[in-house]
T-cell receptor
Framework: SQQGEEDPQALSIQEGENATMNCSYK?????LQWYRQNSGRGLVHLILIRSNEREKHSGRLRVTLDTSKKSSSLLITASRAADTASYFC??????????FGPGTSLSVIP | DVKVTQSSRYLVKRTGEKVFLECVQD?????MFWYRQDPGLGLRLIYF???????EKGDIPEGYSVSREKKERFSLILESASTNQTSMYLCASIKGGKRSPLHFGNGTRLTVT
């Protein structure tokens, strides 16, 4: 059973706006990883946050992690049309497997 | 850069056929994974392997088996393909340890008719 859940399922914003996606989970994790997928291709890793970290930045990406609430958020600032993709959170569990939720589909309108 | 290569981008098979999906990675990663991706369901873990000849069931192993005879190669086998196995199949690998991300192949879109 999937133990990660992203919301919203779909998000549509104008170019230049910020996009926020959330991930909630039930299991204990070693780290949480965000991925992007374009056009049904393989997923591309964006950013990894360890369970003892609370916030991490990479370029226009900001990830937060609240292990007490078992939730994470991905913020993309100043979005571009090229950010249009599906976004997934991957949970690396204590058994070294990585499990995913259904993802968030982001559309950035030029 | 790590390269994860899946042998076929598109595959069409008939019901009842035995199907092999091959995945090779070139960075000596310990762990390898097979997922299937379906609309609205995201990625679901079928099997994973943390070492040669080792395998662990994921969330949906029924109807599938795997083989890992060499560290770089992880094969997914559909013993008798069925139409409900029509899907996108994604292979991934990861270095052992807690700080590594997954590296994905480009996927194999399998259609079973």
């Amino acid at each position: 059973s999937q133990q990660g859940e992203e919301d919203p399922q779909a998000l549509s914003i104008q170019e230049g706006e910020n996009a926020t996606m959330n991930c909630s989970y039930k299991t204990s994790i070693n780290n949480l990883q965000w991925y992007r997928q374009n056009s049904g291709r393989g997923l591309v890793h964006l950013i990894l946050i360890r369970s003892n970290e609370r916030e991490k930045h990479s370029g226009r990406l900001r990830v937060t992690l609240d292990t007490s609430k078992k939730s994470s958020s991905l913020l993309i600032t100043a979005s571009r049309a090229a950010d249009t993709a599906s976004y997934f959170c991957g949970l690396r569990t204590s058994y070294d497997k990585v499990i995913f939720g259904p993802g968030t589909s982001l559309s950035v309108i030029p | 850069d790590v390269k994860v290569t899946q042998s076929s981008r598109y595959l069409v098979k008939r019901t009842g056929e035995k199907v092999f999906l091959e995945c090779v990675q070139d960075m000596d990663h310990e762990n390898m994974f097979w997922y299937r991706q379906d609309p609205g369901l995201g990625l679901r873990l079928i099997y994973f392997s943390y070492d040669v000849k080792m395998k662990e069931k994921g969330d949906i192993p029924e109807g599938y088996s795997v083989s890992r005879e060499k560290k770089e190669r992880f094969s997914l086998i559909l013993e008798s393909a069925s139409t409900n196995q029509t899907s996108m199949y994604l292979c991934a690998s990861i270095k052992g340890g807690k700080r590594s991300p997954l590296h994905f192949g480009n996927g194999t879109r399998l259609t079973v008719t």
